[in-house]
């Protein structure tokens, strides 16, 4: 089972000062930058996906997703993928590179924001391995299999756009000399209509199934869809699972044959998570989550500042404190603290962050005691000092602190290789 990572332009400054919270001295943006299957050893994942609404700003849709300039989508396209990921060479050359649509960026819109003619150059221009026709994401799972008739015209047309894009996306890439291994997407508003949608696709020529619309679904409930499908369709058809939330379940998956899925979490809760922030090897071979040590520059936190300009408090007073709970993770990484007073120094700091956001001052408090029993087991149990990954070799304490990008990225590489390595130990597979 192979793991991708969803790219959206996740790099880092490989110099930069951590002392100072500088940008190494002429660091360019990209160019200066790393990814994480540069920086880490082995690369964290099997492979990448790239979504085209990242890429492209599609015609007509509002809330934009898009992350590349115009620049960087034409060198994207000149260059190839590959090169512009800096994915290739020996180390990458069979790694998959997969595109999709990225649905969710037009989800709000009658129809897909691609044609099939449209998507089928983006990928070939980009040499993409594999590529997902466009779909469009139906969200709710029903899981009493209602009838086609009993949904609504909404959700039908979904399902038809989904399935009419897949034939005409699949001829053309037929016609173009099959440049990357198609992918048909399954959208369906039940366990029994994506199984239906499964065994359409596969009629229609495909060997490959993207399964779309998991996001939102709980473990059993996947298993329902997952179980309805493989009953429909033939054992050797393969299956990708599109923006799998449930990474961390993997193992209860493996009797699905699943090919391979995508997924962001590792990395986006690295920064995005109120407490899973770093990723541990548990003993009983499960994954532990460790809360990260928030400690923000005072003058980069929209909430210290406002408290400043309000005159509730002082602004040398809030760097004294950042500066000491700085000073007290060091010297406790140096084995010249102790947990007890690290742990007042950073929550002396943290209170700052709580204080002031319109809750009452008993209800600040329980937070505040949720927040310290959270860092007092961080540090108790230092991860970092046992993690051998590059992140956590090259940089110690810097990536539990939970402060400016580059360390919050950082993380998450870290995070993404401890998952990578959790994946092939859970499936019994070599790195
Ligand atoms: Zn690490």
Same mark, same amino acid.
């Given at each position: ?67 590349? /300039?115009?620049? *960087?989508?034409?060198?994207? %396209?000149?260059?190839?993928?590959? =090169?512009? &990921?800096?994915? !290739? $060479? ?102 029994? /209509?994506?199984? *239906?949608?499964?065994?359409? %696709?596969?009629?229609?020529?495909? =060997?490959? &199934?993207?399964? !779309? $619309? ?218």
């Amino acid at each position: 089972m192979k793991f991708l990572y969803s790219d959206t332009q996740d790099y880092v400054d490989p110099g930069y000062d951590f002392l100072n919270d500088r940008s190494s001295p002429g660091r360019e943006r990209y160019w200066s930058d790393v990814y994480a299957h540069e920086f880490m050893q082995p690369a964290p994942y099997d492979g990448l996906l790239v979504s085209m609404s990242a890429v492209r700003q599609a015609t007509g849709v509002a809330s934009s997703k898009v992350r590349y /300039s115009t620049r *960087e989508e034409q060198r994207l %396209l000149r260059d190839g993928a590959r =090169r512009f &990921l800096r994915y !290739g $060479g020996p180390r990458f050359k069979d790694a998959m590179l997969m595109g999709d649509c990225g649905a969710f960026a037009y989800v709000e819109h009658p129809v897909p924001a691609y044609l099939p003619e449209e998507v089928v150059e983006f990928y070939t221009e980009a040499g993409f391995t594999h590529g997902v026709s466009p779909d469009h994401i139906i969200f709710d799972c029903d899981l009493s299999n209602p009838p086609e008739k009993a949904v609504e015209a909404a959700v039908r047309q979904r399902f038809a756009i989904t399935l009419a894009n897949a034939e005409a996306f699949l001829g053309l890439v037929r016609r173009e000399g099959m440049p990357f291994e198609p992918l048909g997407p399954v959208q369906g508003w039940s366990p029994k /209509s994506m199984a *239906e949608a499964a065994h359409r %696709l596969e009629r229609m020529g495909y =060997r490959y &199934l993207a399964i !779309g $619309g998991l996001v939102p679904l709980k473990v059993d409930a996947i298993k329902l869809v997952l179980t309805a499908i493989r009953e429909r369709i033939k054992p050797e058809t393969k299956i990708h699972l599109l923006g799998f939330a449930k990474a961390d379940s993997i193992r209860e998956f493996t009797d699905f044959g699943i090919t391979s899925f995508d997924s962001t979490s590792p990395l986006i809760r690295a920064f995005k998570d109120e407490k899973a922030n770093y990723y541990s090897e548990g003993s009983d071979g499960k994954l532990a989550y460790y809360t990260a040590i928030r400690i923000p520059q005072a003058i980069e936190n929209a909430r210290l500042m406002q408290g400043v300009k309000r005159g509730a408090f002082s602004a040398e007073d809030l760097h004294l404190r950042e500066r000491r709970a700085l000073d007290e993770m060091r010297a406790f990484d140096r084995g010249a603290s102790t947990v007890a007073a690290t742990l007042d120094a950073v929550m002396d700091y943290h209170q700052f962050l709580v204080r002031g956001d319109g809750n009452g001052a008993e209800h600040q408090d329980k937070g505040l005691d949720k927040t310290a029993a959270l860092v007092q087991r961080t540090l108790e149990h230092r991860p970092w000092k046992e993690c051998g990954c590059d992140v956590c070799r090259s940089i110690g304490v810097e990536v539990i602190i939970f402060r400016s990008s580059n360390r919050n990225k950082r993380r998450g590489f870290h995070n993404l290789g401890v998952y990578h390595r959790h994946l092939r130990k859970t499936l019994g597979e070599a790195a």
